[in-house]
Structures are given as C-alpha cells and as structure tokens.
C-alpha cells in the first residue's frame, strides 16, 4: 500500500521515532516524536498510539530507549529492569505489549555493552515492523477469498462487511487486520460497502475506520453501535470481520467493547462473523478467556465526555454528555467465546476458533507446551 505508516524513524534525529497522534484523527494529521521511555509509555495509555499491533511496535521502540537512559544510570540494570516494568503497564488488555517486550528482551540476551543493547534493540524493533506489515499483507490474502466467494453469489452488487471499531491499518503499521481483505479487494476491482461501526465510546470507528477507508476510496457508512443487528435482520449485512487484542489458545477473542453483542447478532440472523488476527496477538499460555484476560478499565470521563471538530471555531472541542454528578463505566474490551466465531484469519490461513483448529496452523506450539 503506498500510505504512510503509523510508526516511523525521525527523518532527523537518530534515536527517535514518530507516530501519528491518533486522538485528532480525522480533523487533524498530527505527528509526534518519541524519543524516551515516559513518552512511550504515555503515547500508548493515553492511546496517541493504539491497536495491538502498533502498540507492540512502539512498545518495541520503548525497549530502545529503555537500553540508552539504562547506560545513563548509576544502575543500568535495575534502571532497566524497572524501564520495562514500567511499559508493560501502560495498557493490561493487548498481549502484543507483552510480546514484544519479551521479544526485545530475548534479543538482548548475549549483547555485553549497552551501546550494543540498543543497536540489536533498535534492529529488533524494525524487524518487528517489517514483520507486522508482511503478515498483516498475509491475512488480507487469506481473507480475501471469503469476500470474492460473497461476490459471486450477488454478481455486480457489492459485498457489505461490518466491521466494529479500528482493525486496519492505524492500528497496525500497514493493511491492518480486519480491513486487510478490504483494502486487496478493492485494489482487485470487487464492489465493497463497509458499515462502520462508531464504537463509543472513544468513537475509533467513527473517526478512524471511516477516515481510512474515505482515504482508500472504499464506500463505506458510519452507523451507531446498536444499528448492526438491525441491518444483520434485514439481510444488509453478508460478512463480519473484526480484530483482536488477545485471543486465547481455544479460540476465546478479546476485542473493543461492543464486538461480543455483535457477535451475538451474526449468530442469530446467521452472519459470518470472522476474526482477523496475527498469531502475535495468540495468548497460548490461556484458555479461557472470561477468567483469563484482563479486561482494562479506562477513565470514566471518556465515557461522560465527547470531542470533536467545532465547524464554527474550526478547532477540537470537548463537551460533557451527561449529568454533572452521574457516574460511569468504561470497559475497553469485552470477550467473544469461541462458539460464536466462524473462523479466524491469521497470516497462514483460516481456521476454526478452536485449540484444534489453531494448532493445526501452528503445530510448534503444540511442541511447546509438551516440551514445558
């Protein structure tokens, strides 16, 4: 794809990197530097950066910087040791945090010096990178015969997909996840309409799904979060296709709030409803996923609270939806037990929400859990 990425090295200062600051998306493109690790941190809870792949690979970065403040420190060591701790607790839900970080950590294990920490620690984050586009490509290719066998079932009418919150490319580096089949589609001619889920109530749908496919020429049409069943009962709805955050080894998927009731509707008016996923978002150490994934809690304001684009003072503004004294629940995520997926997307093929069905894509981990 000839977009820009979401994650980038400053085209001036060596030992910095850039994200665009999703939270002015789409009124404004804003681009920020990172170059320590309280930026890091920061750029992921307060979601500049977010997206499981994205925040594994800034994340990634954070581990860089990590090595170069630790050679600064009467105690790099424990300097270090704490930096990371410190990342790992920037966001509870998206594994791909956790991944990453130990990917770093693995990668760092026979270096001696620092200064050659960070160089191996800076490869190792573009590499995740590099890899994080490959296989977002691969799960576009995977999915992509699911679209075109919809097409030629409704010759000349497009395919209508439903998709809930951000799973493309803003929250990865390039495709994303679950708009990858959606972006080759369109480069391959077949006549899509995507039903944008708003997803309050950060609204990442709304401002971020529409903006990138208003950016791709893809049509699309930005719905209310309870619309979906409605549309899925009057037949305009062919096709589901979400991301993940965390699925676990039995095929249990945590997403954005709201993607567990959708779920549900898929499977009442018989809807496909696919989860696109990188195997670097599989949890293989869980099985359960109502017990086992940690469910982030965020602030309530984002719930009490609206932004957006003021046409008359052409500036952001935020105002309060509700009562002064009400209060709020924010949960970020909720899970999808495996009973309700039709299968998943990975980047080497499909295959049924199952420990099974994983497996059978990803035999090593079998070895692995026999060999622990």
């Avoid at 957006?308 to 939806?321: I, K, M, N």
Wanted: charged residues 15%.
């Amino acid at each position: 794809m000839n977009t820009q990425r979401t994650i980038w090295p400053h085209p001036q200062k060596a030992s910095a990197v850039q994200v665009i600051d999703q939270r002015f998306l789409p009124h404004q493109l804003v681009v920020m530097d990172l170059h320590t690790v309280a930026q890091v941190y920061e750029a992921i809870q307060k979601m500049v950066v977010r997206g499981a792949p994205l925040i594994g690979a800034t994340a990634a970065y954070g581990v860089f910087f990590a090595c170069q403040e630790a050679a600064q420190a009467p105690e790099p060591e424990a300097h270090f040791a704490q930096s990371l701790a410190h990342l790992r607790e920037s966001r509870p839900t998206a594994v791909n945090l956790f991944w990453a970080i130990d990917q770093q950590v693995k990668n760092l294990e026979n270096a001696v010096s620092w200064p050659e920490k960070a160089t191996l620690a800076w490869q190792g984050a573009a590499r995740i990178v590099e890899e994080d586009v490959a296989i977002c490509r691969q799960i576009g290719l995977h999915g992509l015969p699911l679209l075109e066998k919809i097409a030629a079932q409704k010759p000349g009418a497009p395919v209508q997909v439903l998709t809930h919150c951000n799973a493309g490319r803003l929250g990865c580096i390039e495709w994303g996840t679950a708009t990858a089949p959606l972006y080759l589609a369109h480069q391959n001619g077949l006549p899509l309409h995507v039903w944008v889920d708003e997803t309050r109530p950060r609204n990442q749908g709304a401002s971020l799904t529409a903006w990138e496919l208003q950016q791709a020429g893809i049509p699309h049409t930005v719905i209310v979060d309870n619309t979906g069943g409605h549309l899925m009962q009057h037949r305009q709805v062919d096709i589901c296709i979400v991301g993940t955050d965390r699925t676990t080894r039995t095929g249990d998927v945590a997403n954005k709030i709201g993607t567990y009731l959708k779920a549900l509707a898929a499977y009442d008016n018989q809807v496909p409803f696919y989860v696109a996923l990188p195997s670097t978002t599989i949890d293989w150490q869980i099985s359960e996923g109502l017990r086992e994934i940690p469910i982030e809690t965020r602030s309530a304001d984002e719930v009490r609270y609206i932004t957006g684009w003021d046409e008359s003072t052409q500036a952001l503004h935020t105002v309060r939806l509700t009562p002064p004294q009400s209060p709020a629940l924010n949960y970020g995520f909720d899970v999808t037990p495996a009973r309700l997926i039709t299968g998943l997307i990975t980047e080497r093929g499909l295959c049924p929400a199952s420990e099974a069905g994983l497996l059978q894509l990803y035999p090593e981990q079998a070895l692995a859990s026999v060999n622990d």
